[in-house]
Structures are given as structure tokens and as C-alpha cells.
Nanobody, 111 residues
Framework: VQLQASGGGFAQSGGSLRLSCVAS????????MGWYRQAPRKQRERVAL???????NYADSVKGRFTISRDNYKNTVYLQMNSLKPEDTAVYYC??????WGQGTLVTVSS
């Protein structure tokens, strides 16, 4: 499985970005998909997960601001990020358990 993430970039505090992750094959076979992030000098952390039936789970730090979704027909998982904060600055990775990672896309939020 290959995962191609895109959509990162620069945003001001309070702004929005939308990340996309396209899988090389059908994603319907994957129950869980998600996004992780790694900020400079910090460990990688889970941001959001979504199951095949679109049940979602979010880290406390992004609840109410980020929305994960998936389009099984387009083999794509999205992360809509609103009300961005400088502490959201990180490299964001698409993830399919147990071992598939995308290449990462950098999100930088200025204050």
C-alpha cells in the first residue's frame, strides 16, 4: 500500500487547511485509517482516526477544530483543519494500521 499525502503549507493562526491522503488501492478493505503528526523535537502523536463505518476519534488537542473523513470511492482520507494554532505546526502523516505510513506533509502555522 502506498499513501500519498498532500495539502500542507502555511497558514495564519485561526486559518484553515485541508489535507488529503490518496491510497494506491481501494481503502474500503481498511477498517482504520488516520492522521498522525510530529512536531520538531517531539514524539509522533495521533491526531485522528476513522473507521470503515466513519466512526471517528480525535486527540483532545484537536477536538472541535479538526475533522477527519474518508471517501472510499476516491480511496482518499481527508483532514480538515480549522482554527489552526501555532502548536499545530508539524509534519502530518497519513497512517493505515499496522504499518503503512505516507511520506508526510508539513503544516506551518504562524502566530
Amino acid at each position: 500500500v502506498q499513501l500519498q499525502a498532500s495539502g500542507g503549507g502555511f497558514a495564519q493562526s485561526g486559518g484553515s487547511l485541508r489535507l488529503s491522503c490518496v491510497a494506491s488501492g481501494t481503502i474500503f478493505r481498511f477498517n482504520l485509517m488516520g492522521w498522525y503528526r510530529q512536531a520538531p523535537r517531539k514524539q509522533r502523536e495521533r491526531v485522528a482516526l476513522i473507521s470503515r463505518d466513519s466512526t471517528t476519534n480525535y486527540a483532545d488537542s484537536v477536538k472541535g477544530r479538526f475533522t477527519i473523513s474518508r471517501d472510499n470511492y476516491k480511496n482518499t482520507v481527508y483532514l480538515q483543519m480549522n482554527s489552526l494554532k501555532p502548536e499545530d505546526t508539524a509534519v502530518y502523516y497519513c497512517y493505515v494500521p499496522p504499518q503503512y505510513w505516507g511520506q508526510g506533509t508539513l503544516v506551518t502555522v504562524s502566530s
